[in-house]
C-alpha cells in the first residue's frame, strides 16, 4: 500500500467521500498541530487586560493575530525541528488529538471571552466608560476568526513559495542548502518588496489622500479679521496655504471678551501666527520656519509678556487647551507661534517620518529664538515652549537634554511623550531611586516633574527651582508606553506598581502585549479626560506651576479648568 494510500486510509480520505470534503480534508492534513497549539495559546493570552478598554473590531484584530502569529512561529519550529533532524515530515497526530485540541479550543476560548468580558467591565468602570452590550462579543470572535483564516492562508501562502523554491533550487544542490537559500531569498524579496514597492505606493496614495484632507474647512475655522492671527489682513501668509489645522488653530480661542470677564481687568487680543505647510514656496522647514518668525514680528509678538512655541503633530493639530491656558492666565497678554511639516496624521508621520518632525521643531525654535535674542536682554519677553504627542517629540528636539532646556526657555510643557522622546527617556533612565517609571522623580524634582495628576506637582515635596519643565502624562496612555521592545523584554512599569488607572491583573506576555498596547494606540483618546491619551483640565495646572503668572491664583485655575476645550 502507498504512503499515500496508508494517510488516506487513516484519515478516512477515500474516493467515495464528496469532492469538496477530500479536498478539504487534504488541506487541513497540512496544518501544524503545533502551530495551532500556540496558536490557541496566544489567542487566549490576547483577551487578557492591557492598558485601554477595546472594542470588538480591535479585539478580535488583536487575538485574530495573536493565533496567527502563534501559529506561524509553531509551524516554522516544527519546520526547523525537521529540518535539523533530516526527515522528510514529522509523525502526524492521531486523529483523536485534534478533537481533544478542538474540545479545548471552543472550552478555553469560551473562558477566555467570558474573563474578557469581565476585565473589559473593570476597566470601564475604572474610567468612568459604559460596558459595552453584548452583540460587541460575537463580533469580536466573528472579526478574530476571519483575521487569523486570511493571516495563516497568506503565512501558507509564503511557506508554499518558500518549498517551492527550495525544490527548484533542490535540482541544482544539495536539498538542506537549497531549503536555506529559497528561505532566505524569500525573506529578502518579501523585504525588499514591502520596503520599495509596496511602501512608496503606498506612503504616495497616503500623502495624497491627507493632502486632500489637509484643504478642507472645518465649520469652526472662519478667516480672521484681526491682523494679530495669520491669514487675516496684512499677513505674511495667506488663509488657504495655512492648511486644515492651522485654519483651525488661528480662528479659535477665547475672545477679549471673554478674557475680560475671566480676569475681572481689560484684556488684550492674544496672537497666534502660524505657517502651513504650503505657505513658502519651497515647502522647506527653515523657509516656513523664518515666515513663521517674521509673522510673529509682524504681528507685535515679540512686544507680548509670553511668547509660546507650539510644535504640532503631524498634520498641524495642537490642542486647544494648551494655548487658552496660557492666553487666560496672562489676559491676553500672549503670542503663540507653530508651523506645520506634513499632510501626514500624527501616528503616520511618527512611523514613516519622524526626522520630519526633529528638523521642524528645530527649525522653528531656532527661528523664533534668534528674533528674540536680538533684542536687548530687558525687553525680551518670557520664552516657553510646549507639545502634545509627536509635538512633544518635535518640541525636545532642540536641546537634546533637559539641562539646554532649562537654560534656552523660561518654561516647557509636554503632554502625552512618545517612547522615542530622547529627553523624556533619558530622564526616565535616570529616575531617583524608588519612583516607578509611569511617574518618576528626577533630581529631587529641582527642575523637572512628571505629572499624571494635578496633585503631583508636589511631588517630591520640597522648593522647586525655575525655569521648570513638566511631562504631563497617564500611566495608561499607550504613546508613552508601547515600544518594540515590547515584544520580548518586560517594561518597568509592568514590573513596578501599577498606575492609578492600569488594572493590577494588567502582566505582560511576549508578542502579546505588543499587539495590545499597539491596538491601544489606535483608541487613545477615546477615554475620558485623565486617561489614555486625553490631556484637558489638567493642563491648566502644569502652566499655572510652571510660569507662576502674577496674580494667579488657584482658585482661577479651578475656575479655568471647565472653560478648556481640546481641539477634535
Known sequence: MSADAHDNKATGDTDEQPWFRRELTRYFRHFSFFGVVLGLVLLWASTTPSLLPRGPLFQGLVSGGS???GYMVGAFLSWLVKFMTSRD???????VLWWIVGVVAVVGSVLAFYWFQRWQNEIRDLMGMSHLPWTAYPIAVAVAIVVAIVLVIIGQLWGALVRWLSRVLGRFITG???????FAVVVAVTISVLNGVVAREGMSALNNAFAAANDETRPNSVRPTSELRSGGPGSLVSWSSLGREGRIVVSNGPSVQQLSEFNGSPAMEPIRVYAGLDSSPSQSFRANAALAADELVRTGGLRR???AIGSATGSGWLNQATMSSLEYMYNGDTAIVSMQYSYLPSWLSFVVDKERTRQAGTALFEAVDARIRALPEGERPKLVVFGESLGSFGGEAPFGNINNVVARTDGALFSGPTFQNQIWADLRGQRDKGSPEWLPIYDQGNSVRFVSRPGDLDRPAKPWSTPRVIYLQHASDPIAWWSPSLL????????EKRGPDVLSSTHWIP???FLQVAADMAVSDQVPDGHGHFY???????WAAILQPPGWTQAKTEALRPLLRRSA
Open 176 to 182: 538542506r542548502i537549497a531549503a536555506v537559500i529559497g
Open 67 to 69: 493565533f496567527a502569529i
Open 488 to 495: 520580548f523584554r518586560q517594561p518597568d512599569w509592568l514590573k
Open 511 to 513: 508578542v502579546v502585549t
Open 305 to 307: 509678556k509670553i511668547v
Open 536 to 542: 484637558l483640565k489638567d493642563i491648566a495646572n502644569c
Open 89 to 95: 515530515s514529522l509523525p502526524r497526530p492521531h486523529r
